[in-house]
């Protein structure tokens, strides 16, 4: 058995030809949807980025205890628990973040590593003259724009080489059984840096200030500079799908369709522009950045070219990956194998729970989505953890100082754990009020509705949901719940 991943950050359901959009170039994609069964209603759980990396490998939602932060003592690993069956994992990424102080610890559940170093402000080449910044729209990071430098031609762009790096393990192991293989690119994660030959693809013209990374912020910007940065945006996707086809290549080259799984997925999406926004993570996350793209081959099955209706969510894909190489999924994993969706789409949940430490608890059923805000001074809350690190530093001296232990967590195999009061995220309860969308009638989540049966329905879906998934009791109370 062999398995292939690759992992995009960012990369957003609403631009792919697979869900309709008529203008983004990604012929790969199409191919990957007549090869793959196209996941229709597939959420994210926890985020930003190394959240959501921590339910691949945990299959648990990680927003309900913690912020970002490294894989835990008392965590499961999809791919350590490989790795200990017999299974050779192999990591491939350009994402940084995953050598910095909040991620350190995933990359070494896998067999092996390649760390493919340069994207975004990734501390990569050493100069001391300040760079020459020019008139801009959005941010501009000095280190970045350095590491541009050394990425002139295609080949030196860090997807350029990731892809690279990872067709060489195909080659090298292709014919070799009982391996898994994650080619993971930060791209098409801002800034939308790309060469000129795929900004071409798309002739847009633009004489204005240099603009390809916008803050998480409202957007300022005219609507010219809004349409360039879609474009901008295009242009990478159009390079990442470009790479993917690399790898459908090799696949068909090497007959791998009869004997490998492959999995295409993402973290979250992003906001360009929509709901009046740039980004994510302070925003709420409507489902530009909340319903994201997912593709399973499983030669299993034999099933592809069809759509999956069925609810599915990050933390099935751990059990997924277990449950293709002939294991059982650890207790502690919530999420669910996938594999009877795949083949007949058989339901595995009737709602998916999301959201990001401290903001929104988001709860779907697939028509409607409640974004349940806190109290507005967001408390109380804490976090739960053994691994007190932010996503490059630890935690100060000043937050541990009303750190307390607490009882074990029923999922932390009899740990106790710290708990650290979380200061300063009341700063964005405005933007967190509580909202109801019908998507069938408001797919775009424009016009939030008022409609007290299905809110009543909603909410206590919700506090079951968070029952399960064990959240604290200060979760309840800070969204004004009743524990069921």
């Known amino acids: 058995m062999k398995a292939v991943m690759v992992m995009y950050d960012s990369l957003n359901r609403h631009m792919l030809p697979n869900y309709g959009c008529d203008w983004t170039l990604a012929p790969n994609f199409v191919r990957l949807g007549e090869r793959a069964v196209t996941f229709d209603n597939h959420y994210v759980g926890s985020m930003p980025c190394m959240p959501a990396r921590r339910e691949l490998h945990t299959g648990r939602h990680n927003f309900l205890h913690r912020s970002w932060g490294p894989f835990e003592p008392y965590d499961d690993s999809t791919f350590t628990i490989l790795k200990e069956n017999g299974v050779y994992t192999h990591l491939v990424s350009d994402h940084y973040h995953y050598w910095e102080d909040g991620g350190a610890t995933y990359h070494h559940r896998y067999s092996s590593w390649v760390n493919v170093r340069g994207q975004e402000g990734d501390a990569w080449k050493g100069e001391v003259a300040d760079p020459e910044i020019p008139e801009h729209h959005g941010r501009i990071v000095r280190q970045d724009w350095i590491n541009r430098k050394y990425m002139d031609q295609e080949h030196l762009t860090p997807q350029a080489r990731t892809f690279a790096e990872g067709l060489e393990f195909l080659e090298t192991n292709r014919d070799q059984d009982n391996w898994y293989l994650q080619i993971e690119t930060f791209d098409p994660h801002e800034p939308f840096f790309t060469l000129k030959q795929w900004k ?50 090799f696949m068909d080259e090497h007959d791998m369709w009869r004997d490998t799984m492959l999995l295409v997925v993402t973290d979250h999406g992003f906001l360009l522009g929509e709901h009046d926004w740039w980004g994510k993570a302070r ?63 058989t339901k595995v949940r009737d709602v998916a729970i999301y959201g990001m430490f401290g903001a929104h608890v988001n709860i779907t059923d697939g028509r409607h989505v409640y974004m349940r805000g806190p109290a507005d001074d967001n408390q109380p809350l804490n976090q739960y953890t053994l691994m007190p690190t932010h996503m490059r530093s630890p935690f100060s001296p000043q937050e541990l100082a009303d750190m307390q232990w607490n009882e074990p967590l029923g999922f932390t195999k009899g740990c106790p754990v710290m708990r650290i009061p979380s200061r300063g995220m009341g700063r964005f309860a405005e933007v967190f009020k509580t909202q109801l969308f019908d998507l069938a009638t408001d797919p775009g989540q424009t016009d939030p509705i008022e409609d007290a049966a299905v809110e009543a329905r909603m909410t206590a879906a919700l506090a079951e949901a968070l029952a399960e998934h064990q959240a604290p009791d200060e979760q309840y109370e800070r969204l004004g719940l009743a524990r069921p």
Request: hydrophobic share 30%; aromatic share 16%; glycine share 6%.
């Open 200 to 249: 071409d693809r798309y002739n847009y013209e633009w004489d204005g200030p240099h603009f390809d990374w916008p803050k998480y912020e409202r957007v300022s910007e005219d609507p010219d500079a809004v349409e360039y940065l879609r474009y901008q945006y295009a242009a990478l996707l159009t390079q990442c799908d470009h790479y993917l086809g690399r790898v459908i290549d």
């Open 283 to 345: 925003m709420p996350w409507y489902n530009e950045t909340a319903h994201i793209p997912f593709f399973v081959w499983d030669p299993r099955t034999g099933v592809k070219g069809v759509h999956r209706r069925n609810l599915t969510t990050t933390i099935d894909v751990g059990p997924t990956l277990l449950d293709y190489f002939g294991m059982t999924p650890p207790p502690d994993m919530d999420g669910n194998p996938l594999r009877a969706t795949v083949e007949d789409d």
